[in-house]
DNA sequence: AGTGGGTGTTCGGAATTCTGAACATCCATA
DNA sequence: TATGGATGTTCAGAATTCCGAACACCCACT
């Protein structure tokens, strides 16, 4: 579904660019078709609304589809651009993409892998109307739709999760979303807090200061159990705002172990909004990597081209047991030190480079010991290697064979 | 002219790479060829001085130029890559110039193209003049290059790696390419302290007297949790100078098993440089060698006159477990006490004349290193055997059998 | 009782490694 | 200069290792 994107096809075949038009419409994206570079020029430069990717044919009446992309370049960034064409080239397609094209098509294709190709460019760009809040995935809409739905009560909200996983994000579009949003959002930390009683409910605490707004609680579990009670109390007394909590998923043994607990957090659990962790919800890594890239890239001196694609694939198969604030802080520290122009999954991941012994696979430990074995015995036989293979039984050959495949040599110093 | 670039080239065709190789050598660029995708692929790793291209073919007799690349980059930065094949895909050619390669040529191609192209991309390389801190593989170079880029902040820097990485060497060096390098430089190494806390706070205590300078925290994990809210307040509250704290990969493992260190760690964790192993790096193992050795040796009555090519070989084959400073001490005591004219194997690692490597064949050393490597694997992997075969890179059942022949039990505990 | 995921075991063919034979070289030395 | 012993190289067949498929089995979960 391409629904509410703006796309520009430049593209002077007749059939192929009315097939296209109407398969882009039918997915639901806003298409204006032009025939001619010139036209598409003053088009893409002042557009009538945000231009989310332009197709592009190479071959044109006026001109070409790579001269298109460079005029454009000289003057300003861009919207992504996908080449398609008859007549293609690897020189073409490979500078076209170094010059910083989103992709390269040959014709002809099958129209739903070309599809699938413009969608995976579009979920890049920032969405229009109303942003996803905590990613694109299914479960993370879900968590959305929940937090619409409890935002038209005033029950209490537990949210549980992980770490980095949002929570607070959650609690605030309650907030936004609720009939309240002009009251306070007072945030109270107990995971922080060194003396969680006293912040709350001490004078000048977070329960003066939240009158009919919203108190959220953040790692409820580290509430004393001597506050439970004034909590209730002060919740029963006259409250008109409303509490959100949040905590881990270390609440269900707390639960099971503890019967009076229990009963505090089941009046605190009146709506529950659980959040998958995000190493379960790897599109939406890559898309929180996507909303954050473009500012911090910008904050360079020189500013990176892109990201490459094995880069994305290292997010989506990382665990995040950090979660978003994770992710944050490695993409920042990623984009500040990148090494070359486009950036690596080392970035990201710089420990990889230090992992001892991990990921050395049988052979190589194999190998490894092989060498230094080998190596050993021609120590021992002055470089003999006659003798060394006698030693270390196994033909001459074999071991001739071993030192080259190993890179050992034998020369006087 | 090409003079004084290294280059590897992977090619697998006889004609074709000797006809690179000559023309490349003519060109006065140092080549190193290789013919398999694996020992291409340890060359790179660790090289014998830094490389400042790969010529690489894709169809290669033991896997392709692709996976090469791709597995390259998930444990390094690779030099530039620049592909060349005679059944190159256009769509090959994209998803390599997005995962970064420098380029892609396919054949046949015109050679004096193909130079140009290829001089094109050397050109971009910056020379850097200054002298080696820890070595000249790429890993130490970018641990120099991080050090540097960490110098013109004053953000707070975390150093990750082994024993003996030379952590406090590019926390110094860090210093001295400060515009604070006037300033003081405190070390605080906390697993010798008795009592980290009034180490760092007590009167005449670090913070006293680091003023607007470094203070270098060793083995950070080591910091009572007690403390992490004095560090934190102390660095809010005023301080004119930097944090450089170090530690070992332990660190890893104790964010993801508490929250709140976790945050504590991320603060002091702004800028991140991960020292790989010196195992893992030996051409600075042969390097940092050919740096001590003149020195010592000159300390002899009668100076040795030189270092044999084997005794360089198992400098290169040994995994330092103790990393530089290992490496010092058995250097020293090899000069003092050499027995011949050159520096031999048996000189430095004296303990494979009495150890079990003695006599030991060379399927019996495999063995063993084989039963340590798949112990290890089993027990990263909590015994389960089919990860820890896919972690090993062989079938489940190929490891099953090696498990029977080698004699490993996995007990259900 | 059913189901799914992991383990223990077997087997045949594919892939590889190892080996001995053969031969050209090189080099110190008789 | 002849000679013996070592190295560098190739080769084809033997030996082995490796893999995937298949099947029984166990056990935790439902």
Redesign the pocket.
């Known amino acids: 579904m391409l629904r509410g994107a703006h796309i520009v096809l430049v593209e002077d075949d007749e059939i192929m660019g009315a097939s296209l038009l109407q398969r882009m419409q039918l997915e639901g994206a806003e298409v204006i078709w032009h025939k001619q570079a010139q036209r598409a020029l003053g088009a893409i430069r002042t557009p009538r609304s945000p231009i989310d990717a332009v197709i592009c044919d190479i071959r044109l009446p006026d001109g070409t589809g790579e001269e298109l992309y460079n005029t454009l370049c000289q003057t300003s960034a861009p919207p992504p651009f996908l080449f398609i064409t008859g007549h293609g080239g690897i020189d073409q397609a490979v500078r076209l993409i170094k010059a910083g094209a989103a992709d390269y098509v040959t014709k002809p294709f099958e129209i739903a892998v070309f599809l699938e190709r413009l969608a995976m460019l579009l979920s890049q760009r920032p969405k229009g109307g109303m942003p996803p809040l905590l990613g694109v995935s299914p479960a993370a809409q879900r968590v959305d739709e929940l937090a619409l739905k409890a935002a038209k009560t005033d029950r209490p909200v537990l949210i549980v999760g992980g770490p980095g996983t949002g929570k607070e994000l959650v609690a605030r579009r309650i907030h936004q979303a609720s009939d309240q949003r002009a009251a306070a959002f007072v945030t109270v930390n107990l995971a922080r807090e060194a003396d969680p009683e006293s912040a709350l409910f001490g004078s000048g605490g977070a329960w003066d200061q939240v009158g009919d707004g919203v108190l959220f609680l953040n790692a409820l579990s580290r509430l004393p159990e001597a506050a439970h009670l004034a909590l209730l109390d002060a919740m029963e007394g006259g409250f008109g705002g409303r509490i959100i909590a949040s905590c881990g998923q270390e609440m269900a043994e707390i639960i099971a172990s503890n019967d009076a607990r229990a009963d505090f957090f089941y009046r605190l659990n009146m709506v529950e909004i659980p959040i998958p962790p995000l190493g379960q919800r790897t599109e939406d890594a890559v898309w929180l990597m996507q909303q954050l890239y473009p500012e911090m890239n910008a904050a360079r001196n020189r500013p990176l081209s892109g990201v490459s694609s094995l880069c994305i694939e290292s997010v989506r198969a990382h665990d995040w047991p950090g979660g978003g604030r994770e992710l944050r802080a490695r993409l920042q520290r990623g984009v500040e030190n990148a090494s070359g122009d486009l950036l690596q999954p080392l970035d990201i991941f710089p420990e990889t480079l230090i992992q001892p012994g991990r990921g050395q696979t ?2 190589e430990a ?1 190998d490894a010991a092989e060498k230094a074995r080998i190596i050993d015995a021609l120590a021992q036989t002055d ?6 293979a006698e030693m270390l ?10 030192m ?2 190993l890179g050992i040599e ?1 020369k006087s110093r």
Chains 1, 2 share one sequence.
């Not at 039984?393 to 071993?402: F, H, N």
């Open positions: 049988l052979a194999r470089g003999k290697i006659s003798k060394a039984k196994v033909s001459r050959t074999t071991l001739w064979d071993k080259q495949k034998v």
